[in-house]
């Protein structure tokens, strides 16, 4: 049987995230985020979404809570490590309680996806036993070991609709390989009903075939190629961060969070996000000079 081309672009991608459902975003702080198809879920108006993000969250995340896609948030921290140690949007919006974080740490994240990924409905978990863990999150209870009758806590299962991930390359057909390690997407995929992976270059079966060692995701639902789809983040083997576009973002978005000034961060929206239709629209609004530099390490 031929194999089928699982390639799509950003826009098609994009259009198989709907409202109300839990998509899950790969990456890691300022590295390795799918932003070709987070700045199309923006374009299409997607709203009501719970969002698992990587445990550690950053901007991505962050642009999507202050454009109003985001209902609830699960990850253990949130933020642009020394760009903004907590990030502007999610703090605004908890401040004002138009976000729901669901509260759990690193251990309870991964806890939640391998119950998922095992298709349990929860994970027994020791840590966090005496701390006010199952009072912030009602989620997770506390239940005696039925073997040993010490206490234990239940992590439910958290299941994304979809897993939306970035890496370095695929071939056509749903193979995938990162380039470093992957942070915890491997995870997401595996808890996810499906996933999309977004990827720098397809590269031939062959190429895939030579290294399999390499492939860190298979059977994925679809390829979306995004040259320098990551930006402004960094993508390891590509580019690094964009530290000036960065800054930009973290100044628009602060004007909000500290003194209520929601003007700079719509600039910020129209700029990058709304008016570029595409993909290689918001590549042309960065500008080649800029996208060229960010290969000198």
């Known amino acids: 049987m ?3 081309s699982l390639v799509l672009d950003e826009q098609e991608a994009a259009s198989w995230i709907r409202d109300g459902m839990t998509i899950a975003i790969g990456g890691f702080i300022n590295s390795s985020h799918p932003m070709a198809i987070v700045r199309q879920i923006i374009r299409r108006g997607v709203k009501n979404l719970t969002v698992v993000g990587p445990a550690s969250g950053g901007l991505d995340l962050d642009l999507l809570i202050g454009a109003g896609c985001v209902r609830r948030l699960v990850t253990a ?10 990030a502007p949007m999610f703090r605004a919006a908890v401040e004002r309680g138009e976000l729901d974080v669901w509260e759990c740490d690193e251990g309870m994240y991964y806890c939640a996806l391998r119950a998922a ?8 978990w020791k840590a966090g036993i005496g701390t006010s863990f199952p009072e912030v999150n009602p989620d997770i209870k506390v239940f005696s070991d039925p073997i040993t009758g010490e206490p234990l806590l239940a992590i439910p299962a958290i299941k994304p609709d979809i897993a939306i991930i970035y890496a370095a390359h695929a071939d056509p057909y749903g193979n995938v390989q990162h380039i470093g390690t992957g942070f915890g997407d491997r995870a997401l995929w595996r808890a996810a009903d499906r996933t999309i992976v977004q990827v720098e270059r397809i590269i031939p079966n062959e190429e895939v075939r030579k290294n399999p060692l390499a492939t860190s995701l298979y059977g994925v639902d679809a390829i979306v ?3 320098y789809g990551s930006h402004p983040f960094a993508a390891p083997g590509y580019y690094i961060e964009d530290a000036e576009h960065l800054r930009e973002y973290v100044a628009a978005a602060t004007a909000y969070a500290k003194h209520g000034d929601r003007g700079p961060f719509e600039a910020y929206l129209r700029k990058y996000v709304l008016d570029p239709e595409t993909h290689a629209d918001y590549l042309e609004v960065i500008g080649i000079k800029r996208l060229i530099s960010l290969h000198e390490y």
């Not at 921290?77 to 907590?86: F, L, S, T």
């Open 2 to 4: 031929e194999r089928r």
């Open 225 to 227: 190629r995004a040259p």
């Open 117 to 124: 990924a095992q298709r349990l409905p929860f994970t027994p």
């Open 77 to 86: 921290y949130m933020g642009g490590e020394h760009y903004c140690p907590v």
